[in-house]
């Protein structure tokens, strides 16, 4: 059903075509003049699908209708109502952008035909609209890392198991992780293999703008409501109707704008900045950040309701010092990725370039990882990358260092693996002289699994 507004101060005809308009099943809402007419469409935040008024009225005209209605919303169609002497009026008001023209007296079959031709136009047009917001949005949103989570240890194959749960329950999922861990494309593994895969995934960075930019972000805003504001935005709420709205570094969210948010969240409902008129949504929620909400909570930086609303369902991703046995698939991913546009020659990663990947605590994670992969690719000479091309923090010290870390090329990855997790654990040992408890807290893992790799290895 269509919202029609009809102006004109002939009663007679103005109750026609309320009655004409009501026949074809839609609302229809008279004015008696133009300024009522006016008035009418601003106390209206969701505006008319369609505007019929008449031509010649005392005060506001129906040009002047035209004109005052085409500047709050230049989607709407309008068409004017005329007498046979005034055609070359109506021509003139169709020049300024009126739909079409209906000369009296009419037939209620000439209304139905240009309601319903109308209706068409403001439907092509607002979609238009839609796909223009979205088309803006996705041009701005960058594309993702890399295609696929890699990785085969123990740690990201419990991720990828929560994900397929997680994925098929429509419920808000809050990601957790340091930078660079992978948080947005596991976002996008969840929404890809959700019941709302074939909607959008926006995504909006709650860290990287202002608080009256993130209101404008999430919930858009009308035209005129800031100074700025020359048209309607769409906020990213909106974009996301049907689809999965991602709020990156949601620990970002200033206090003020936190009740806000709680609020979509609740009621998937809210008003666009400047607007009244409520809108709802079905949006599912995912959010992350590498902030220890928790301690955000309980400082007062971070609201306890939110926070519970955001943390129905917590997922945390391991950092890649916690996972270093996927350093091996991953470098080599990027090598396979990287390679055909940086350096088609090189195909793999010597076995001394890969001690020093497996041997480094990468603070960057997995997109440190994937830069210093890109860099060494843009040095290297021959087929493998070698430790000479590596960056200059992954370098190391001079040649005894060198000579620890490189290993003979007949040795087995899993031989290189237990190699250097050995002298990982000597290091630490000896940072924490001895004591098991602070070599354990040093390395990330539990004191029981240290005793296991104790004896192991063989250390004393």
Known sequence: M???????????????????VKKLGHEAVAAASGQAGVAAYRARPAGFDFVITDLKMDGLTGVDVLRQISALDPDVPIMIVTGFGTVETAVEAMKLGAFDFLTKPFAPEVVRLKVERALELCGARRARKKLEAENAYLRDEQKTRFDEIIGTSQK?????????????????????????????????????????????????????????????ELFGHEKGAFTGAVKQKLGRFELAHHGTLFLDEVGDVPPSMQVKLLRALQEQEFERVGGEQPIKVDVRVLSATNKDLEREVAEGRFRQDLF???????????????????IPLLAQHFV???????????????????????????????????????????????????????????????????????????????????????????????????????????????????YYKLEKYGIQ
């Open 336 to 450: 396979d990725k990287l390679g055909p546009k940086t350096n088609p020659r090189v195909r793999a990663l010597s076995d001394a370039a890969l001690g020093r990947l497996m041997a480094y605590h990468w603070p960057g994670n997995v997109r440190e990882l994937e830069n210093a992969i890109e860099q060494a690719l843009v040095f290297a000479d021959g087929a493998d990358i070698g430790t000479a091309a590596l960056p200059a923090f992954l370098q190391g010290p001079a040649s005894a260092e060198e000579d620890r870390l490189d290993v003979p090329r007949q040795l087995s990855l899993p031989d290189i693996l237990d190699d250097l997790e050995r002298q990982l654990i000597l290091k630490a040992f000896e940072k924490a002289k001895g004591v098991k408890t602070e070599t354990a807290r040093l390395l990330g893992i539990k004191t029981s699994a240290l």
């Open 308 to 326: 519970y609303r955001l943390h129905v369902v917590p997922l945390r991703l391991p950092a890649l010092r916690e996972r270093r046995e996927d």
């Open 2 to 20: 269509a919202a029609i507004l009809i102006i004109d101060d002939n009663d007679t005809i103005r109750d026609g075509l309320v009655h004409t």
């Open 156 to 216: 990201i194959a419990a991720v990828l198991r929560a994900v397929d749960k997680v994925a098929a329950a429509d419920t808000t999922v809050f990601i957790a992780g340091e930078s660079g861990t992978g948080k947005e494309l596991v976002a996008r593994a969840i929404h890809r293999l959700s019941r709302r895969a074939d909607g959008p995934f926006i995504k909006v960075n709650c860290g990287a703008l202002t608080e009256t930019l993130l209101e404008s």
